[in-house]
C-alpha cells in the first residue's frame, strides 16, 4: 500500500483500477481514497498528477463517478482521458437514472421494501464519508461528457436494469463497424444495441439504412477522399429517405435522380457525378446493392463493389480496392 507521496510500483502496470474499494485487481495500479482498503496507492482519483501522462491502455473506474460531486465529473473524465494511452479504453460503470425510474414505475417496486431498495441505488449505501451517491447519468449525459474528454463510446450496456457498463475509446475515429453501432445506438438511440434484433431488423426492413457504410463514409470525408451520393428517389420521397441519416453531413456532393432528370443505369448519371466530384470514371470506386447499376458503372470503366446481405464484407472489399490504390484512410 501506497501514499500519493510514495514511490510507485516497478514495472508500473499498463492497467489502472481507480476507485477500487475492495475489489482489488492482480495486473492494475489500484487507487482509492482510503488506506483501509488495501489499495497500491492512495490518492484522490480526481487527480493522479503523480501519474504518467498517455500511459495506460484501460482505465477502470466501476462504481466511482456517483460519488463525486457533480462538477467534478467533467475534470475526473478528462484526467482520466490524460493518463490513458491513445487508442487506451476507459471502462466504467455508473448508475442509469432511467433505469432506476423505470423500476419505480413498476408496480411491484411501489412496494414498501421494495420501493426502499431502489432509493438505496439511486443515493448509496451510506455507511461511511464518500458512500454517497452525489449524481446520475443518462445516455445523453454519458455521451456528451466523454465526448469531452475525448472519449468515444465503444461498447454500452445495461447491468440489472440500473447500471450502465460503459467503454469508452481515446481516439477521434472508432476501431471498427462494431464500435461505431454500439457507439451509434448509445449515442442516438439512447441505449444499447442488441446486435441479434439489428440484425434481423436489417434482413427484413424493405428500405435499410446500412450503418457500416455511414461509418465508413464518415472516415473518407474526414480524410480528405471526396465522395458523392448517387441516388435513384422521387420527389415525394426526398424528406422521407433525408431523415433516415446525415446525408448532407456525409457527402459534399449529392446526385439525386428526381433533381437531375436522370436514373442508374443511365451512363449519363455516372458522367455527371463524375464531373460534379471531379474524378474521372476510372479513378472512381462505384457502390451499389443492384446488379444492373453496377454492371453499367463498370462499362463506363469505374471499379465496383456490389453490396450483398453483409455490408461488412462489402466495405472489406472497398478497403481492398483503396489499400491497392495506395489510397485509404487511415484507421
Known amino acids: 500500500m501506497n501514499d500519493s507521496s510514495a514511490p510507485l510500483p516497478d514495472p508500473l502496470p499498463k ?4 476507485g477500487c474499494g475492495y475489489d482489488v485487481r492482480a495486473g492494475y495500479l489500484n487507487v482509492d481514497l482510503h488506506a483501509r482498503h488495501g489499495p497500491d496507492l492512495v490518492a484522490d482519483v480526481s487527480n493522479l498528477s503523480m501519474l504518467p501522462s498517455g500511459y495506460f491502455e484501460e482505465i477502470l473506474a466501476q462504481d466511482v463517478l456517483e460519488h463525486l460531486e457533480r462538477d467534478r465529473t467533467e475534470p ?28 419505480l414505475a413498476m408496480p411491484h417496486y411501489r412496494e414498501f421494501a421494495k420501493a426502499k431498495e431502489v432509493v438505496h441505488l439511486m443515493y448509496g449505501t451510506q455507511a461511511y464519508n464518500g458512500d454517497y451517491h452525489l449524481t446520475g447519468f443518462t445516455p445523453a449525459l454519458l455521451d456528451g461528457y466523454l465526448r469531452q474528454a475525448g472519449l468515444l463510446i465503444c461498447e454500452a450496456s445495461v447491468l440489472h436494469t440500473w447500471l450502465f457498463d460503459i467503454k469508452a475509446r481515446k481516439t477521434d475515429v472508432l476501431r471498427d463497424d462494431g464500435e ?3 457507439s451509434a445506438y448509445f449515442s442516438i438511440l439512447g441505449r444499447p444495441i442488441d446486435m441479434d ?5 436489417m434482413a427484413e426492413m424493405p428500405v435499410s439504412v446500412h450503418w457500416p457504410v455511414v461509418h465508413r463514409a464518415r472516415e473518407l470525408l474526414a480524410s480528405g477522399t471526396p465522395i458523392a451520393l448517387l441516388t435513384n428517389n422521387v420527389k415525394e420521397w426526398g424528406d422521407h ?3 433516415t441519416f446525415p446525408v448532407d453531413e456525409l457527402f459534399e456532393i449529392i446526385v439525386d435522380s428526381s433533381a437531375v432528370g436522370l436514373r442508374k443505369p443511365d451512363p449519363r448519371i455516372y458522367l455527371l457525378t463524375c464531373e460534379r466530384l ?11 446493392d443492384n446488379a444492373e447499376n453496377v454492371d453499367a458503372a463498370r462499362e463506363l470503366g469505374m471499379e465496383t463493389v456490389r453490396f450483398g446481405e453483409d455490408p461488412f464484407a462489402a466495405m472489406a472489399e472497398l478497403d481492398a480496392i483503396l489499400e491497392r490504390r495506395g489510397t485509404a484512410p487511415p484507421r
Open 76 to 103: 475526473t473524465l478528462r484526467e482520466w482521458s490524460r493518463l490513458l494511452a491513445p487508442e487506451g479504453v476507459l471502462h466504467i460503470r455508473v448508475p442509469s437514472l432511467f433505469g432506476m425510474f423505470e423500476m
Open 180 to 182: 461505431f453501432l454500439q
Open 197 to 201: 434484433a439489428y440484425f434481423a431488423f
Open 278 to 288: 471531379g474524378v474521372a470514371p476510372e479513378a472512381s470506386v462505384f457502390i451499389d
Open 15 to 18: 492497467r489502472a483500477n481507480v
Open 241 to 243: 429517405w433525408r431523415a
